[in-house]
């Protein structure tokens, strides 16, 4: 993925999968010449370009993707929206920072439920809480840390044992849980492609159209796809970690692979086996462990496994993925995994995105870290604010941090490995 410029996956995502199928808009063609080019329609660069449109109605604005909205990782996710983070230490610092982190996230989530609700997009959007669910001794610890972070900001939590997780999420896998009420699910690959279907006319999106050149002439940027020349004042890059291609931020983000799947539809006898919550999302005690939610009426969604900027082979992701899947519901080892698959995302060391200015007229964000649908959506509209005004509310960038610089290759190849060689080994059975 290192030297790639934007992402090729072999396996189709399994959200889309389940919509009904839909045309591409037409690929860029010919010799284009506009203000604003937003390159990359996921998340992050749906809300700049839906912000951009706002502070400039009258500018040309030009979304260009690479594949087609409902194929890229802003689809591949398991949908669920995160917009209470916890603080990392019960510092006055830490509190206070979380706080503005958490109402710059509220308002980037509100923003997106009110485009749903707007545009009457059918997404599954929905409050089902969050469970936070341990299989280990240490998950447990972990947890608790977790819990009364959660509680010093204000949030009321649950804490469960392994009776009332069975009875709610119908498996003894788990030992002990932190349940809040907070916490939404969707299906992403819908909310995307409704994302896009509510854009104004004013933004014209190209898909099938990667870019795979970038240069400064002059004042302005020349980008060329395989069939498009086009000249732009402001380019905004939300293509994640394909921005590295382009000779940017190799030293602060990293491309991990992730990969989720969904099971065959269950019989509701076998939905009745579930437990009594009706809708819910299990998020593991240790980052590199195993997240799993229920799917609509008949299907759950299992995601796992972690690849540093390499994909795995899918037989090996598929055998993965059940294990995991099998071991926390042995009654349902007769389920198959009906649609597996793969997405790209962009970690940074210390956990904070970049956002900000590369060069005169070129801005990017990248690095949401696996929680990207709530934070891609602020991050694109304030990379849009910078586009237009050059300048960003200094409090943004306090709230979210700055991602780290991270050491060169070789000697962050075998860092990666190493951490998350010890790291899977702590994971355990939480993985
Ligand atoms: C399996 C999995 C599960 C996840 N679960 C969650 C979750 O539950 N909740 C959550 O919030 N986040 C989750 N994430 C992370 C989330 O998907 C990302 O943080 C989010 O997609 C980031 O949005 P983005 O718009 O910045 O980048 P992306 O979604 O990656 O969008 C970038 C777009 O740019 C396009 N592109 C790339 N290069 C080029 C180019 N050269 N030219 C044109 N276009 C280009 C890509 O095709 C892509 O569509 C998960 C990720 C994966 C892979």
Redesign the pocket.
Known sequence: MTN????IYTQPCGWNALLPHREARPAATGQLDVQYVV?????????AARRLSKLNPNADILL????T?G????????????REEYPSSNSAQDVEQNKVLNAFNTEAFDDLKQIIEDHQIECDFHASGRIRAAATPDGANTLRKIQQALESTGHATQTLDATSLNQLIGTSYYKFGVQTDTGHLVQ?AAL?RGLLGALPQQVQVHEN????DLKRHGKRWVLK?SSAQITADHVIM??????K??GYLQDKIVT?????ALTERLKPSEMASLGSLQSW?VLPAHRLGT?VRRVGADRLLV?SLYAYEHSLSETEVHEALRRRFHNRYPALTHIQLEHV??????LTLNGSPYVGCLEPGLYA??G?????????TA??SYLAELAHANKIDPKILEAYGTANKILPDPFRALGFKVISAWESRKAGLES
């Open positions: 790639q410029a934007f992402p390159v990359g329609a996921g998340f992050t660069g749906m809300a260009l993707e690479a594949s909205v194929e890229g990782s802003s689809a591949r996710n398991s949908g669920f929206l995160t992403p995307i159209s990667p870019v795979l796809t939300a293509t994640n970690p394909s921005v291609f382009f991990i692979h992730t990969y989720a999302g997240t995601r698959w793969g997405g790209v995302t962009a964000s990248a949401c870290n696996g929680s990207g649908i709530v934070k891609g991050l694109g």
